[in-house]
C-alpha cells in the first residue's frame, strides 16, 4: 500500500479519492483475512499467525487479502483472526495458534463458525455518523456465534477515540480517508475559522484525557490568547502507568487521527508546530506514528501549505527514555529540550511560557484524537455524551483479576460495577471483587462496596481516587491491600523524579513502614505516622505525581484500615499474600504422594517418598507458592 | 511594585520579588535549606513553604508575589509541615548541625523514624554554585527516585573541577557536624540545654549588652527553648 505514489491531495475530490481507494482496500471485492498486529497481539504471537496465513494463501493459490490492523481492544483473547468475505458478516477468532490458521482458510469462502467468537456486522463511524452494513439484505446473525453488538463487552461501548482500532490497517492513510479521516481537518482549514473551530472544542466540554481534566478548551483559548510566538502543541504519549496502554492503542491502531487532531488544533490556536512525545518503549507506536507522519506529509496534508489552504504545520515525534515523571507537562517539556525531565513551579503554566519558553498547548494522545470527531460532527452533539461536567468517552484498559481484560471505551458516567461485572465478564473462578484500583500508581483503591459510582472526574476524586489516563485493576479476594500499597510505593520511590525532598525521601519511608507492616513487624503508631507522611507529601510535593502519590496508601487505608491491623495486631496477611505471614504445609489427608510438587519447589523444602506422604519443611520454604499452583488436589495449604 | 498581604498585614514589595525575599523584607524569618541569595531558587528542600490563600502550601523561595496574594508564613499547616519535613531531614541527616538547630528550633520533640545517616539531602546547592558561581560544571545530579544522587560526568574526576571546595563551602550538612542523636533517636535536641541564661546583672554591674546574646541565640526560632527556659527559672 504505501508503494505507490501518493498523489497530492489539493482539493477535496481528491481526498475523496483517497477514500475510495481506502474503501477498496478496507472493504474489498475479495475475502480479506485481517490479524490484530498491535504489540499486544505480537505478544501473544500474531506474528506467526500472520505468517501461518501468508503461507496458507500461498500454498493454495488463493486471491485473498491479507491485512494488519491495530488492536480491536479484546486482550483476553489475542492473537485474533478476523475473516471477512464480501456480503457476509466478518468473523472473529480468538487465541489462534498458527495449526488453526490451515484449518480456518481450508474452510472458505464459508468461514468456519465452530471456532469463531463472534462476528462483527457491520462497523459504526463516529465521524460520519453512518453505519456501514457488511451484509447483503439480512441482519447478518449467525446460530450459535454470539455478534459484536450482543456481546457485553462490546455493546455497552461507543468508540470514539478508538474509532477505527481493529478496523483499519494503521499503515494506510487511505483506509483512514475511507473512514471519514481528514474531512475534519478540510471543513475546519475551509468552513470555519479558527475562532470557530476552538468554540466547537469549548462547547463540547472536553477534557483533558490525560488525568487532570482541564477543560481543553479553555487551554486552547489560553494558548491562543497567549502573547508572542512561535507556538507549540504537545502530544503527550508518555504512557508510563503500570497495566495501562490507552495510549498505545491509539497510536498503533489509528495513528492519523491524532495527527489530524493536532493539525485542527494548530489551525484553531495558531501554532504551526508539533511535537508527538512518545516513549521509547513503544517502538511500533514509534514506527506507526513515523510513517504516518511521512504519509501525511507526502499527500499534502501536513507540512507547508496543507490542502493548499496556506495553513503550515509541522509534526515531529521526541522520543522519552521511559521516566514516568516525565509525563508531567513541565518535566515532558524540560525533556523535549534536552534537559533533565524535572517539573519546574507553575505559573508560568505552559500556555504562556512552555516549550522554548513559547506558549505551549500540551494534550493527551486520546484528547488529540477526539478532536476530528467533535469538528465534524459539532460540540453541541458531543456535549450530549457524557455526565454532568464530564463529556464524552473515554478508555480505560481493563486489567486485573477480571474475565476480560481488554481495551474498552464507555461514555463518561458509565458505573464502575457495569464496567467491571458487565463489560469486564466478572471475576473469573467464583472468586468475588475486593477492590477496583483506577488512575494508575497514583490512583486509589475504591472497596467493592462503591462499585455503583458512576466513573467520571468528580465522583473518582470523592472516592479518593482519581480519572487518571485510564487505568483500571480489578482485584479479587486473593489480594492484599498493604501488598498492593507496597508496590505502588515501590513504583513511585523509583519513579519520582527526586527533586522535591518530601517526594523523594516521603515515599521511600512511606515503602519501608508499609513493608515493616506487610512483614508483620508493624508497630501500632505506624499508620498515625503513615498517615502524616501521607499528608506532607500530598502537601509539600511540587507537581501532580508527588501530590497524588500517597493515594494508594491513602485510599487502601480509608477502606481497607483493618486489614493493616489484621497485619499488625495479629500478624496475619487475611489474603495470604504477605510471605513473612504466611505458611505453606501439605494437608496428609488430601495428598496422595503424586508429587507434582518436589521438582517445582526452588528451596527444596519439600520432603518425602513419592506415593506416600510429602510435607514441607519450613525452614528451607521460599514461599514462592509453585506447590500450591501446581497441586491438582488442593493439598497445599496456606496458613 | 505589588501589593499583598503578610500575616495579616497589607504589604507592598518590587516587581519580581519571591515570597520569600517579601518574607524577607519585612523580618519575618523562613527557615530554608537549599536557599542562596547568590543562586537561582531551586525548591528542592521545601521547608519554605508559605500557605497561600487557604490551604495551599508553596514553595515561598521560588514563588512569585502576586497582587491580592494573601500570605501566611506561619498558620498551622505551615508549621506541621515543617515540623514532618524536619523530621525527615534529621532522620536522613542526623550529623547536620544546621538540621539538628533547626528541628529544636521548630519544637521537633521526636523522631519516628530509623537513622540512615545518608547525609546528602540532595539540596542542589553544591551543583548550583559550581554550575553558576563558579561556572565550573564538574557536578550535577544522576538518575532518579531513590537512586537520584550528585554525580560527577561517568562517575570520573573531572577534568572541569579546580577543587575550589566552593561545594563543601556551601553544603549544610558539611560545614558544622552535630555529634547528635542517642541509640533511639536520630533528635539530638542538645542545644536546648545550651540557652544561655539572660543575666539582668554581670558581676555587680548591670548588663547593658545590645542585642543580648541570650536573646540573640534565643531568637525567633528559640521561642520554645525560651518559655521552657522561662519555666525553669521560675520554678526556681
Known amino acids: 500500500m504505501a508503494d505507490h ?5 489539493t482539493d477535496l475530490e481528491a481526498l475523496e479519492r483517497y477514500a475510495i481507494h481506502g ?8 475475502t480479506k483475512i ?5 504489540t499486544c497481539g505480537r505478544a501473544a504471537g500474531a506474528e506467526e499467525v500472520l505468517e501461518a496465513v501468508r503461507e496458507s494463501i500461498e500454498e493454495r493459490h488463493l486471491d485473498y487479502a491479507v491485512a494488519e490492523t491495530g488492536c480491536i481492544g479484546w486482550c483476553s483473547q489475542e492473537p485474533l483472526l478476523d475473516v471477512w468475505v464480501p456480503g457476509r458478516p466478518r468473523v472473529t477468532y480468538g487465541r489462534v495458534k498458527p495449526k488453526q490458521v490451515r484449518e480456518i482458510i481450508g474452510s472458505l469462502p464459508i468461514p468456519r463458525t465452530d471456532l469463531a467468537l463472534a462476528v462483527m456486522t457491520g462497523d459504526d463511524n463516529p465521524v460520519t455518523g453512518r453505519y456501514h452494513s457488511y451484509c447483503n439484505g439480512d441482519d447478518g446473525r449467525v446460530d450459535g456465534v454470539p455478534s459484536y453488538s450482543d456481546l457485553p463487552l462490546f455493546r455497552r461501548q461507543l468508540r470514539i477515540v478508538m474509532r477505527n482500532c481493529g478496523i483499519v490497517d494503521p499503515s494506510s492513510l487511505e483506509e483512514y480517508a475511507a473512514r471519514g479521516g481528514y474531512r475534519s481537518l478540510w471543513h475546519a482549514l475551509f468552513s470555519r475559522t479558527p475562532v470557530e473551530v476552538l468554540a466547537e472544542v469549548l462547547t463540547s466540554g472536553l477534557r483533558g484525557r490525560g488525568g487532570a481534566g482541564f477543560p481543553t478548551g479553555r487551554k486552547w483559548q489560553a494558548v491562543r490568547d497567549a502573547a508572542g510566538g512561535p507556538k507549540y502543541l504537545i502530544c503527550n504519549a508518555d504512557e508510563g502507568d503500570p497495566g495501562a496502554y490507552m495510549d498505545r492503542g491509539v497510536l498503533e491502531g489509528d495513528p492519523h487521527s491524532v495527527i489530524e487532531g493536532m493539525i485542527i488544533g494548530g489551525y484553531a490556536m495558531g501554532a504551526h508546530e508539533g511535537v508527538i512525545y512518545v516513549r521509547e518503549e513503544y517502538p511500533l507506536a514509534v514506527a506507526r506514528m513515523s510513517e504516518a507522519i511521512l504519509q501525511a506529509e507526502r499527500a499534502d496534508l501536513l507540512g507547508k501549505n496543507i490542502l493548499d489552504s496556506g495553513f503550515s504545520f509541522h509534526v515531529s515525534i521526541a522520543k522519552g527514555a521511559g521516566a514516568f515523571v ?19 513551579p507553575r505559573p508560568p503554566y505552559p500556555s504562556e511560557k512552555g516549550l522554548w519558553g513559547k506558549p505551549t498547548c500540551i494534550n493527551n494522545v486520546e484528547t488529540w484524537a477526539t478532536v476530528p470527531v467533535i469538528v465534524s460532527r459539532g460540540g453541541e452533539w458531543f456535549s450530549h455524551i457524557g455526565i454532568g461536567k464530564s463529556k464524552g468517552t473515554k478508555v480505560f484498559s481493563l486489567v486485573g483479576n477480571v474475565a476480560n481484560t481488554a481495551l474498552i471505551e464507555v461514555p463518561m458516567g458509565t458505573t464502575l460495577g457495569d464496567i467491571v461485572n458487565e463489560i469486564g465478564g466478572g471475576i473469573p473462578a467464583g472468586r468475588i471483587c475486593k477492590a477496583v484500583q483506577t488512575g494508575g500508581p497514583s490512583g486509589g483503591c475504591i472497596p467493592a462496596e462503591k462499585l455503583d459510582i458512576p466513573v467520571d472526574y468528580e465522583s473518582l476524586a470523592q472516592a479518593g481516587s482519581i480519572m487518571g489516563s485510564g487505568g483500571m485493576i480489578v482485584m479479587d479476594d486473593r489480594t492484599c491491600m498493604v501488598d498492593i500499597a507496597k508496590y505502588f510505593l515501590g513504583f513511585l520511590e523509583d519513579e519520582s523524579c527526586g527533586k522535591c525532598f518530601s517526594c523523594r525521601v516521603g515515599t521511600q519511608r512511606m515503602k519501608e513502614i508499609v513493608t515493616r507492616i506487610a512483614a508483620g513487624k508493624g508497630r501500632e503508631d505506624d499508620l498515625r505516622l503513615l498517615e502524616d507522611l501521607a499528608w506532607l507529601v500530598q502537601e509539600t510535593s511540587l507537581c501532580g505525581l508527588g501530590n497524588s502519590a500517597p493515594n494508594p496508601v491513602l485510599s487502601t487505608l480509608r477502606y481497607f484500615r ?17 510471605k513473612e505471614l504466611i505458611t505453606y504445609s501439605i494437608d496428609p489427608a488430601v495428598c496422595n504422594g503424586c508429587g507434582a510438587c518436589v521438582s517445582l519447589c526452588s528451596g527444596k523444602a519439600i520432603l518425602g517418598e513419592k506415593k506416600k506422604l510429602y510435607r514441607i519443611e519450613q525452614a528451607q520454604c521460599t514461599k514462592c507458592g509453585a ?13 | 511594585m505589588v501589593r499583598l498581604t503578610l500575616n495579616g498585614s497589607p504589604v507592598e514589595v518590587e516587581d519580581g520579588s519571591t515570597l520569600l525575599d517579601a518574607a524577607r523584607l519585612y523580618g519575618i524569618p523562613i527557615p530554608t535549606l537549599c536557599h542562596d541569595d547568590g543562586l537561582t531558587p531551586y525548591g528542592a528542600c521545601r521547608l519554605c513553604v508559605v500557605e497561600v490563600g487557604v490551604g495551599k502550601l508553596v514553595a515561598s523561595c521560588s514563588t512569585r508575589a502576586a497582587e491580592g496574594m494573601v500570605v501566611r508564613t506561619n498558620s498551622q499547616w505551615v508549621d506541621r509541615a515543617r515540623r514532618l519535613l524536619l523530621e525527615l531531614y534529621v532522620a536522613t541527616s542526623p550529623q547536620s548541625k544546621r538540621i539538628q538547630d533547626l528541628a529544636s528550633a521548630m519544637g521537633v520533640r521526636e523522631c519516628r523514624y530509623e537513622a540512615q545517616h545518608e547525609d546528602c539531602i540532595q539540596c542542589g546547592l553544591c551543583v548550583r554554585i559550581c554550575n553558576e558561581q563558579m561556572m565550573a560544571g564538574a557536578i550535577g545530579f544522576a538518575g532518579r527516585g531513590k537512586s537520584r544522587h550528585v554525580s560527577r560526568p561517568f562517575e570520573q574526576t573531572s577534568e572541569l573541577c579546580r577543587q575550589c571546595g566552593a561545594c563543601l563551602y556551601v553544603c549544610p550538612v558539611c560545614e558544622l557536624r552535630c555529634q547528635a542523636g542517642t541509640a533511639e533517636t536520630a533528635l539530638c535536641n542538645g542545644c536546648l540545654n545550651f540557652a544561655p541564661a539572660c543575666f539582668k546583672t554581670y558581676d555587680d554591674a548591670m548588663c547593658f549588652l545590645e542585642p543580648c546574646h541570650a536573646c540573640e541565640l534565643a531568637g525567633p526560632f528559640r521561642a520554645d527553648a525560651r518559655t521552657s527556659l522561662r519555666a525553669a527559672t521560675t520554678a526556681r
Open chain 1, 5 to 9: 505514489i501518493i498523489p497530492h491531495i
Open chain 1, 23 to 30: 474503501r477498496a482496500s478496507l472493504y474489498p471485492e475479495r
Open chain 1, 34 to 38: 485481517m490479524v490484530g498486529m498491535a
Open chain 1, 326 to 344: 516525565c509525563g508531567e507537562e513541565t518535566a515532558l517539556i524540560a525533556s523535549i529540550e534536552g534537559r533533565v525531565g524535572e517539573p519546574r
Open chain 1, 562 to 578: 483493618d486489614e493493616y491491623l489484621a497485619h499488625i495486631r495479629d500478624h496475619r496477611c487475611p489474603a495470604k499474600v504477605c
Open chain 1, 627 to 639: 506447590c500450591l499452583e501446581s497441586c491438582k488436589f488442593d493439598a497445599v495449604l496456606v496458613n
